[in-house]
């Protein structure tokens, strides 16, 4: 968060601030101090006048990329205008969360905000880039916002990446060659890449360099330069074609205390990643030493630490050896583009496509193919995909039709997306899958979803864990074709009478009630909860001595979910409880 001044021009002003006060964790100063005080806050609030503001600061001003963002809200709390950096220093964001806090209309007059194009000199710290080149930011920020054509080059993926293409402006083209940026036909190129790449001749060119990559680093004892030491990894990384600030360092743990490491993290303020010999030892590289082995007890210091601190990527730059120190340089592998196919297990959610994460949906509208759960996944949720991708259910394949179906487009180098209902880890049959990807050296990731148990509790209105009643909760099944481990049975899980969620169990409701019934009262209250959040979700409500004729004389399936325990519907006490443990938490905050 900023460190942000406000200034009450007027009396009309001094609740408003309070209230400013309060929610930015600001600091309220007198208008004589700003001057004074120009260098110690990252922004000032003002309110009242606008005239009163822009007299205050005119002598104070610089800089655009040193000053400090200024906005200014009316007396009356109607409007909050960006005054002062608006896309370097804050203030269009600022405006936007303090005129959310009061209510207002932000007033916003930057031409990229206004066109809705991207702000370009914003990007760099939004997602952590650094820029490279010598171009002018002005001139390129000129021709984006005057809508010159416009060719964007990109070599790897990530949330950057992503936004780009998503939310691309009609001037802008993507190519997929430095070629076809021609003179002739754009005026500007962005490039987002850790390589060193040269723009053509004529064009503006904006580089922003991701930090994808980490470099290993292996040191002689006390070499006498460090500074020197520094340069000449830089040099050697250089030159293989990569720019070094793309890259984060990493290391073997005795040389924690070494001054080296101390100046990366002091004085160029580089994160430096340790790993033990025992880790470095367990990865595969392809110049190992006996020597290296010898000393400090792996074949590997600088390519293996580069391996690891890229979460087992791809070695761009092999071991290159210096005077004093060897350096190599990875790839996370996650971020590489359309070289390698990619897997994405995506946690669908309970049913309704509106409950499925901000990261799942983002994955579904990327994938190149969707395999879904058919039986179990609403067909809606897939209708993100974008033009092109291949949409299947997975209902009428086998585990070994789905599996060849991935590998085939995996091995073209396209992203897929396996959608399993809820989240994947509870009942998810995700573990075959895995097993296959990890035989055949397949990459993949896994997004979560809302279980289908917390919707039950959303859909009940209840809170399944109650201060000094239950504190657990219980997912499980009942004992059907799969049999369940001995120490798993229901009626002893059933012993601590919490809230016990069973999953897949309606059609074996019978032997469920009885078992329940040896540990819970027969008057427990139950839900039986079919389809949740599905259009045609049903509920029924009752007591554990009932439950079984609730799912029969309902015709209720196994995509019903049984809950039970006393802290359904439970309102009993709970006044009483808060007050006792947590009145406390409001005193601190009023």
């Not at 754009?186 to 994808?212: C, D, N, Q, W």
């Not at 809820?422 to 397949?442: L, R, S, T, V």
């Not at 120490?487 to 309606?506: P, W």
Request: charged content about 25%; aromatic content about 8%.
């Amino acid at each position: 968060m900023q460190k942000t001044a406000i200034i009450p021009i007027s009396e009309e002003g001094r609740n408003m601030a309070c209230m400013l006060q309060q929610e930015f964790q600001a600091t309220v100063i007198k208008r004589a101090e700003v001057a004074k005080r120009w260098k110690d806050f990252e922004a000032f609030i003002f309110i009242g006048a606008m005239g009163i503001c822009v007299r205050t600061i005119a002598p104070l001003i610089d800089d655009k990329h040193t000053d400090p963002a200024v906005i200014c809200v009316d007396s009356m709390g109607n409007h909050v205008i960006s005054v002062l950096s608006g896309h370097v220093g804050g203030a269009n964001e600022l405006t936007r969360r303090v005129a959310a806090a009061l209510g207002a209309d932000p007033v916003i007059t930057t031409q990229s905000d206004i066109a809705g194009l991207w702000a370009l000199d914003t990007l760099e710290k939004r997602f952590n880039w650094t820029i490279a080149g010598d171009d002018d930011m002005n001139a390129c920020i000129f021709a984006f916002v005057d809508r010159k054509p416009t060719a964007l080059f990109m070599e790897v993926r990530d949330e950057g990446t992503d936004y780009l293409e998503k939310t691309l402006p009609d001037h802008v083209t993507v190519i997929n060659d430095l070629s076809e940026a021609d003179p002739k036909k754009y005026k500007l190129l962005i490039m987002v890449t850790p390589y060193r790449r040269y723009a053509p001749e004529g064009i503006l060119s904006l580089h922003f360099v991701p930090m994808v990559g980490a470099i290993g680093f292996g040191l002689a004892h006390h070499p006498d330069d460090y500074k020197f030491i520094y340069d000449q990894m830089d040099e050697a990384i250089a030159h293989a074609g990569v720019l070094p600030c793309a890259c984060r360092y990493c290391t073997i743990d005795v040389k924690a205390d070494e001054p080296f490491v101390e100046m990366l993290r002091q004085d160029y303020g580089e994160t430096v990643e340790l790993y033990t010999a025992e880790q470095l030892s367990a990865v595969e590289v392809p110049n190992p030493s006996d020597t290296v082995a010898k000393h400090v007890g792996t074949p590997s210091v600088c390519e293996a630490a580069a391996i690891l601190g890229s979460n087992n990527g791809k070695l761009i730059v092999p071991k290159i050896k210096g005077k004093n120190f060897t350096v190599a340089l990875a790839i996370d592998r996650q971020y590489l583009r359309d070289e390698e196919g990619f897997i994405e297990i995506v946690g669908a959610g309970p049913g309704d496509p509106d409950l499925v994460s901000v990261r799942g949906r983002k994955m579904l509208e990327r994938a190149d193919l969707i395999l879904y759960a058919g039986s179990l996944v609403p067909r809606e949720l897939t209708l993100c995909a974008k033009p092109g991708a291949v949409v299947r259910s997975s209902a009428g394949m086998n585990l070994e039709e789905q599996c060849a179906l991935m590998k085939e487009f995996y091995d073209q180098g396209k992203f897929i997306v396996r959608l399993h209902t809820g989240d994947p880890c509870i009942f998810g049959a995700i573990q075959e899958q895995m097993a296959f990807f990890d035989q055949h050296n397949m990459r993949y990731h896994i997004t979560p979803g809302i279980s289908s148990f917390l919707a039950a509790a959303a859909e009940l209105r209840s809170q399944f864990t109650i201060p000094e009643r239950t504190q657990t909760i219980i997912l499980t099944r009942g004992e059907g074709r799969t049999p369940m481990p001995e120490k798993e049975q229901l009626h002893l899980l059933a012993r601590s009478q919490s809230t016990m969620c069973i999953f897949l169990s309606a059609a074996i409701v019978d032997d469920v009630q009885r078992e329940l019934l040896m540990e819970y009262p027969e008057n427990t209250p139950v839900a039986a909860c079919y389809h949740l959040t599905w259009p045609d979700q049903r509920i029924y409500r009752g007591v554990l001595k009932d439950l079984a004729k609730i799912v029969h004389d309902n015709n209720l399936t196994l995509t019903t979910m049984l809950v039970v325990g006393e802290a359904i519907d439970n309102r009993k006490g709970l006044s009483e409880l808060y007050n006792k443990h947590f009145t406390h938490l409001f005193r601190q905050g009023s």
